[in-house]
């Protein structure tokens, strides 16, 4: 139930959120700020539903209970968040060097720079787990 | 890693659904362990060691990988 209760109050947050986006996307005239927000709105008012729905039904609960808190979902969680950053590092550096070639020095700069703080704080909290572990 | 899970279920005839409700986890957790997919951690090994009425090495042995493991960390030192 706890888990229930967090990614219900995740979702409330994504819907103010969503809110919050579309007023403004209505305030600026923007169709593009307004679609964002009302995606945000209905991906998290379908979230909420599936939420309650597994509030009413206590085996279904267990089941999803156990699937957000069970070991071999982290590990796989934790494996693929590790290839994300890998992945994500390797196409910022292929990027910024197809900028470059191209002669766009600045954005090619500015990509490195995400790139190597990206490095920098893999590095950082690598010093910090390796301490705590 | 390998283990005798699938073994040791199968004599008591306890489904994988029901092994994997009373070590909390899910099915697909316990196929994967018996597939050899899957090494479990050990505080899940000691569940499942506990759930068997077993100790850990009588269900959990060091496959042919781990001894190739050791030996490579052997061969280096």
């Known amino acids: ?133 | 890693m390998e283990n005798n899970i699938a073994e040791l279920r199968k004599e008591r005839k306890i489904t994988q659904e029901e092994l994997a409700a009373a070590v909390s986890v899910t099915r697909q957790t316990i196929i994967s362990i018996e597939s050899g997919r899957y090494t479990a951690s050990l505080p899940l090994a000691f569940k499942i060691a506990e759930f068997f009425e077993k100790s850990i090495e009588d269900i959990f042995v060091p496959g042919k990988t781990d001894n190739e493991t050791t030996k490579n960390r052997e061969d280096i030192k």
């Open chain 1, 1 to 133: 139930m706890k888990i229930i209760k967090k990614n219900l109050i995740y979702c409330g947050i994504i819907c103010v959120l969503g809110i919050g986006i579309s007023v403004a996307g209505v305030y600026m005239e923007d169709d593009l700020l307004k679609s964002i927000g009302i995606a945000f709105i209905i991906v998290s008012l379908l979230k909420i539903a599936q939420l309650f729905i597994l509030t009413r039904n206590d085996e279904r609960r267990r089941k999803y209970e156990l699937s957000m808190t069970e070991e071999r979902i982290k590990y796989i969680a934790s494996k693929s968040s590790s290839f994300v950053f890998y992945i994500t590092v390797f196409c910022e550096v292929m990027a910024a060097l197809i900028l470059l070639i191209f002669g766009h020095a600045f954005a090619a700069g500015i990509v490195c720079y995400v790139a190597g703080a990206q490095v920098v704080l893999y590095l950082v909290l690598y010093i910090i787990f390796s301490r705590k572990y």
